[in-house]
């Protein structure tokens, strides 16, 4: 078993995607399928883009297991008010000026479902946010 | 086709060389919404874009993209540059439009993959 702790830096764009890259790194290591990685890497660039976006900071924990890939992002920040709103494709509070940067589709949240073989998301306003996921190796 | 035959032919711009040149380029995506490309992005596929800033170059590296070019001459900002250089991404650059870099590429045999 694999395990690793991670953090993002709510706010800093310049290391945006940063924390994926350890997490691809360590996935090509272990020899993972190519396809899982890629799946991986939806849903870690997505999860840490937001945590960059709209959240403090957030602790990433990576987990590799004979079975599975799990990872968990907690954050500090906001939260979430209306999660099925969140999790609706094309919903985004994004600013102006992240959506100059090509963020605020609306379809990080719903893609990271999408790409996960389980995922949780709870989240309490003023507290933060928390997503599970699961990416089974076979 | 090479990437570097790609360059030649449609007399891109290198901004940065990067780690793909001598790549063979399977495909090819526009998009200017990262969460759609980081989705659909494919490996050793070209990434024709609009965006300029920092985060594109992670976008690439994280999809093993064979190379972004930027249209519209736009001009990326240098926090882009530095990221491009360190990630090993190959960064082009053309004064034509997404729609005419894509019809030009398509006429190289280079599809939608
Ligand atoms: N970690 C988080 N903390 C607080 N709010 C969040 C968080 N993640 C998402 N949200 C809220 O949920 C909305 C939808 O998120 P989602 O990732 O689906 O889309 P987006 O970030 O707005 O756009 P995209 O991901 O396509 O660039 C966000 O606009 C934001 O309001
Ligand atoms: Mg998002």
């Known amino acids: 078993m694999f395990k690793k702790v991670f953090r993002v ?41 937001n945590a960059v976006l709209y959240a403090h900071e957030c602790q990433v924990s990576l987990e590799i297991t004979a079975e599975k890939i799990y ?66 190796l076979n | 086709m090479r990437l570097r035959e790609i360059v030649e032919a449609l007399n891109l711009e290198i901004l940065n060389e990067g780690e793909h040149l001598d790549e063979v380029v399977l495909g090819g995506y526009v998009g200017d919404l990262l969460s759609d490309v980081i989705a659909s992005g494919t490996a050793h596929h070209l990434w024709v874009t609009i965006q300029v800033h920092e985060n594109i170059i992670a976008v690439a590296s994280l999809k093993d993209l064979a190379g972004i070019i930027v249209a519209k001459n736009s001009t990326p900002l240098e926090e882009t540059l530095e990221n491009a250089r360190e990630e090993g991404v190959t960064l082009l650059r053309s004064p034509l439009n997404s729609y005419q870099l894509v019809t030009k590429l398509s006429e190289l045999g280079i599809s939608g993959g």
Not at chain 1, 39 to 48: C, G, N, S, T
Not at chain 1, 85 to 113: K, V
């Open chain 1, 71 to 136: 990872m968990r992002f907690k954050d500090k920040g906001p939260g979430i008010p209306d999660i099925s709103l969140a999790m609706t494709e094309g919903y985004s509070t994004a600013t102006r000026a992240m959506r100059e940067r090509g963020f605020g589709a609306g379809l990080g949240l719903p893609n990271i479902r999408k790409t996960s073989d389980h995922f949780e998301i709870t989240s309490t306003v003023g507290v933060g946010t928390t997503l599970d996921i699961d990416l089974f």
């Open chain 1, 9 to 49: 830096e709510g706010g800093n764009f310049q290391k945006a995607g940063s924390v994926s890259k350890q997490i691809k790194k360590i996935l090509k290591q272990l020899n993972l399928d190519g396809e899982l990685i890629w799946r991986a890497m939806i849903i870690a660039y997505e999860a840490e883009i």
